[in-house]
């Protein structure tokens, strides 16, 4: 893959980042518990879920912590969190833009 | 068992992905199911015709038997893997409420990037040693120190000239495909997807359901900018 840093995270990385926040998952109980959190709002084909892991993990933002069979477990980095924090911080400063904007009108 | 299979040619371009889908689809359709693929032709099961959803993911390794990785973990979330063409990984799905192979198009522009950069080092390589050529026999038909050389060029001309011709019409054909890779590539890096079918069936009535493919464009048909705040 290539060397070429992530820009801004699109909604299915954000979540995917959310998903290991708190616990190891593998890559099915990630994509579950993103079907879950957002009461089935974002789907996440296999294509995009393993690609996402693939890159996560080149990027250091997802650690491979073990390996039972076909089963990867992942763990998140202290750079993942760090990019998963700036990244709700970006968007909370988003809704108060919109909320001040509201108020005013 | 071989005995069943149908081979057929491809008639899709190796790097036109959506195409590649559509011929595979229309040929399930037709109750030709893909198995595989040989050097010169795909091979097909028959059985019953179904709608299916197939998913071309460029691999980088071009083995047949090398399975990609996705294809252990897809079935979890209703895809099967299927086999490989060239350097694709077909995917399939008959569930009309699994979700799209790809449902983040700046993800899936991910896929391409090794493709690409593979594609466009070798179409580097191909202009350089076309421009060689071209500079070898300008210049043997310029200078007259080249005579041994210019004999040869001037003995099989025809010939010279037809294998030249050829070499030209092909690395421009490979220019515009990896051209078109690209452009691919940096429209999904955009966020735009490739058109494809609605997630939930494949309507009769839509254009993923006619044979519609391009022989020759790796482009997409039609894209408009996902909706989203986020990309």
Known sequence: ?105 | MSKDIVRKPVPVDFLDLDGMELWLEEMAAKGLHFQGSGVLFAHFLPGAPAQVRCHAEPTPDKRRDVIPGQAVDCGDLGWSYAGKIGWLAVFRTSDPSAPDFHTDPVAQSYTLERMTRTMTRSTWLLLAVMASLTAFLVWSSLDSSFGPVLRLVGYSSPYTGFVFLLDLVLTLHIVREVWGLCRLRRRLRAGMPISGPPAGGIPASSGRATPSYSVSSPWPKSAEPVPTFWA
């Open chain 1, 1 to 105: 893959m290539s060397k070429k840093a992530l820009g801004t995270l699109t909604e299915t990385m954000f979540y995917v980042l959310m998903a290991f926040l708190k616990e190891e998952r593998c890559g099915t109980e990630a994509a579950e518990f993103v079907a879950c959190k957002t009461k089935g709002r974002v789907r996440m084909g296999p294509g995009t879920l393993y690609t996402i892991l693939g890159k996560f993990e080149e990027e250091g933002l997802l650690k491979e912590v073990a390996v039972e069979g076909r089963k990867r477990t992942y763990r998140l980095t202290d750079r993942g969190r760090a990019l998963y924090q700036e990244e709700v911080a970006r968007l909370r400063a988003c809704v108060a833009d919109a909320d001040s904007e509201e108020v005013q009108s």
